[in-house]
């Protein structure tokens, strides 16, 4: 007996699921009525659903909170987003609204900064972080920034020579700075030490002769990020431990230290299989740190997390007519969409990041091992490997004419898409950026759409480009 895609789904994940249900053979997200969007603006589009952000802030905040009360634990929490995820200013309001503080990680972040300053979305007590390499640009825009009395700014220091560049400024009051702890990466990387922050020696010894001394320099936090994510595997805890005793050995030096940065890497749903048990993983961060500060007599400090995909990854889909069938031999079918992968979901085919997949219509058909293929012509515009059993399935239509095309979305794709491609600008084979859609809640909390930004105009890309008359 052959079943259709709607009962493929249902006897292999549990469906339906947060943020996916169906409702007449139509797929909803979020409760939005994707099919109603699609007749409304078409396709190719994406969609940026501003009350994930929201939740995601508020989940991790009680999780936290939740941890802290039974830990008795006496430091604080500090939700930062990170903006290099992504920088658009609808998702960092939204963000601001939840009352979050920032992390920054090059010059222009600066003058985003001001800009939210400017539009009344941030205000000068805002604690923000800046983390990243510092150049002398955006050393002189963070200095600008405590001038103007952003009071609460901590500079991340990624390297020594960042110091030697601080004290060049010759600074007339004590300024808040921070230490990132360089993390020995995982067995199969291509190199043993991350190039970003700094080895555990020489961070003890900048302690010891330049920052310990400096009275106009005030070590406030130690930071780390493992890139590969916070996962409950002994890579993950081994880096944390470490990080945490490093945190331990200086603050027991320096008692101004106050703050523990443990970076972003919080999953995100990238498959209906998904499982992750983030109340298990806080418990365990807000556990391994109360007991190893009440075993070296320190007090526990105020955590930070940096939270970028998990804040807004969830928020975001994209999604595709698919234009054509393509039988290429006896058992590979192609459906190809009306837009690049490579230029729109980037991650896809750079590092193999994957995402939820699902039809928007066409539910009740029988489905199909199929390849998805994009409109460049380049041979790695495609995506092909899923869940299920490393194939995608998917409904099949009939494109002769007169029925919908076949609509398909790849979801959870808020965060890095955009930073990394670019939105806007010149790409593969000049196939423009998509429509871009954004859902909110009303204050009645009825959902709201408008067009942030229609598809990119050929002028656009002509005069970006020298075509100018
Ligand atoms: C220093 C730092 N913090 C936070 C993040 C955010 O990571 P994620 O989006 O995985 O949460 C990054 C990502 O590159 C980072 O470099």
Redesign the pocket.
């Known amino acids: 007996m052959k079943n259709n895609y709607k009962e493929l789904i249902e006897q292999t994940y549990n469906f339906p699921q947060e943020g996916f249900d169906l409702q007449k053979d139509r797929l909803h997200f979020n409760g939005i009525d994707l099919k109603k969007i699609l007749d409304n603006y078409r396709t190719p589009l994406r969609i940026s659903y501003l009350p994930k952000i929201r939740e995601q802030i508020q989940k991790a905040r009680n999780l936290f909170y939740q941890a802290f009360k039974k830990y008795d634990y006496a430091g604080s929490y500090e939700y930062c987003y990170?903006t290099?995820?992504c920088h658009f200013s609808y998702v960092i309001k939204t963000a601001l609204k939840e009352s979050v503080s920032l992390?920054t990680?090059s010059s222009y972040d600066i003058d985003l900064i001001l800009k939210l300053y400017e539009h009344g979305a941030l205000s000068k007590d805002a604690t923000i972080l800046h983390?990243?390499i510092k150049t002398e640009e955006y050393l002189e825009k963070i200095r600008l920034l405590q001038n103007l009395d952003f009071e609460r700014t901590v500079i991340i220091l990624d390297s020594v020579q960042e110091l030697e560049r601080i004290n060049n400024q010759k600074l007339e009051k004590p300024i808040k700075i921070g230490l990132?702890l360089s993390i020995d990466e995982e067995p199969q990387a291509a190199y043993y030490t991350s190039r970003?922050g700094i080895n555990k020696q020489e961070l003890l010894k900048l302690v010891k002769d330049k920052i310990q001394t400096n009275e106009f320099l005030e070590l406030h936090m130690i930071?780390f990020?493992v890139?590969s994510?916070i996962n409950d595997n002994l890579y993950y805890w081994g880096e944390f431990k470490k990080a945490l005793q490093l945190y331990i050995q200086i603050k027991q030096l320096v008692p101004s230290l106050q703050a523990l940065n443990i970076?972003?890497?919080?999953p995100i749903r990238n498959s209906l299989g998904f499982e992750y048990d983030y109340e298990y993983v806080v418990d365990e961060i807000v556990r391994n740190i109360k007991e190893a500060c009440v075993q070296a007599c320190v007090s526990e400090p105020d955590i930070y997390t940096?939270?970028?995909?998990?804040t807004v990854g969830e928020s975001g889909a994209v999604i595709f007519s698919v234009i054509e069938q393509k039988q290429q031999n006896g058992t590979e079918l192609w459906y190809i969409i009306d837009n690049s992968l490579m230029n729109t979901i980037p991650d896809s085919w750079s590092i193999n990041e994957k995402f939820i997949l699902l039809p928007i219509n066409k539910w009740e058909n029988d489905y199909k091992r199929i390849h998805i293929g994009g409109i460049s012509c380049d041979n790695s515009d495609y995506y092909n490997s899923e869940q299920l059993n490393q194939q995608i399935l998917l409904p099949t239509f009939d494109d002769k004419g007169g029925e919908d095309p076949l609509y398909i979305g790849f979801f959870h794709t808020g965060?890095?898409q955009e930073a990394i491609s670019g939105y806007g600008g010149i790409k593969h084979c000049l196939i423009p950026s998509p429509r871009q859609i954004v859902v909110d809640k009303d204050e009645h909390g009825n959902l709201i759409d408008y067009l942030y930004c229609d598809e990119q105009s050929v002028s656009n890309m002509l005069s970006i480009l020298g075509y100018d008359d």
């Open positions: 990170c290099k995820c992390e990680s983390n990243g990132r970003l930071h990020f890139d994510g970076g972003g890497g919080f940096e939270f970028g995909k998990y965060a890095y």
